[in-house]
């Protein structure tokens, strides 16, 4: 039996080809036929290259030997190839090198398709679906103020560490107990006061995190992730621009296109004065301003409560501002 589809050209005897084929064919006519076709928008040229950028990075990590072909010492790149992903995916290879590419929309069905075969994370999903779709509208800067609530909430969490950052990461208010257990950040220059910036360029950061590198490409790839939503917003591209141009591992692990989702989680401290400190690590999203979020720390153990609630109490808060 012979198989013929407008626009693709005749099909050979479909006992003659592999299935994943002939779907790969069927699902090209769909794409390219359907009036219906939930879920497709059209996205800028800019958007359209990022998620082109992810599908090839998550391409390139993917081994052959998961899915049993062969390997071949002519392979050219890292991972699968491209008519392999569309294979496995059940799409045409014109439709997904077009994809790498930048040069077309795709439904949310097929990017589904994309996001198993490449053996995606569930943030890894989210975030290729978010590239697929505008940027938040307005893409408006982030709200600089913090509510005069807030604030006495933050104060109120002392002898706790605690502070407020925006969708961006820049830092809006903390209270006694982070300045002195981060003494000396209070001196970067305002613009500076940055998360993600302090992680990778303050090296009094480096110093404390006794997980730095974990902790630092955590925070790498959360970055990453909430950037692809405010794609408009240049505070996301000014941060990362100088992070990049400042820190070699903030450039490797930025090529190697990493996403993250927060997850609360216990950090370890090695701090000049109060010692090793294990702290819960909260975040906590505000209602009235949707892009302002609350970060806390809790003493994981008694002792880490001690040692924080004497530094906190004043001692050695003048050699540590010294230390500074």
């Not at 990049?244 to 004065?273: G, M």
């Amino acid at each position: 039996m012979s198989v013929a589809i407008s626009g693709t050209g005749p099909l050979r005897d479909a006992s003659t080809l592999q299935y994943s084929r002939v779907l790969s064919e069927i699902t090209k006519y769909t794409i390219s036929r359907s009036d219906d076709w939930e879920g497709t928008v059209a996205v800028d040229s800019q958007r359209a290259k990022a998620l082109g950028d992810f599908l090839r990075s998550r391409r390139h990590r993917t081994s052959p030997e998961e899915f049993d072909l062969p390997g071949s010492p002519r392979r050219r790149t890292p991972g699968l190839r491209r008519e392999e992903v569309a294979q496995l995916a059940g799409v045409s290879l014109t439709w997904y090198t077009w994809l790498e590419q930048g040069r077309t929309a795709t439904s949310r069905q097929v990017l589904l398709a994309l996001a198993r075969t490449l053996q995606m994370t569930s943030e890894e999903t989210a975030h290729l679906i978010s590239l697929s779709e505008p940027a938040r509208a307005g893409a408006q800067p982030a709200a600089t103020g913090v509510s005069e609530h807030l604030q006495a909430f933050v104060r109120a969490l002392d002898p706790h560490p605690a502070y407020v950052v925006d969708r961006c990461w820049d830092l809006l208010a903390w209270n006694r107990a982070e300045e002195i257990m981060l003494a000396g950040f209070e001196t970067i220059p305002e613009h500076r006061r940055n998360m993600l910036w302090m992680m990778f360029c303050w090296p009094r950061m480096r110093e404390m995190l006794g997980e730095w590198k974990r902790e630092a490409r955590m925070l790498l790839g959360q970055f990453r992730a909430r950037s692809a939503e405010y794609a408009d917003d240049p505070r996301f591209s000014e941060i990362a621009e100088e992070v990049l141009a400042s820190s070699e591992d903030a450039r490797a692990w930025w090529e190697s296109y990493e996403i993250q989702a927060f997850r609360p989680a216990v950090k370890n401290f090695q701090h000049p004065v109060a010692g090793h400190l294990r702290m819960r690590y909260v975040k906590l999203a505000t209602v009235d301003l949707s892009n302002h979020f609350l970060v806390a720390y809790v003493p994981a153990d008694q002792t880490s409560e001690a040692r924080l609630r004497r530094l906190v109490a004043g001692h050695g808060a003048v050699d540590l501002a010294s230390a500074s």
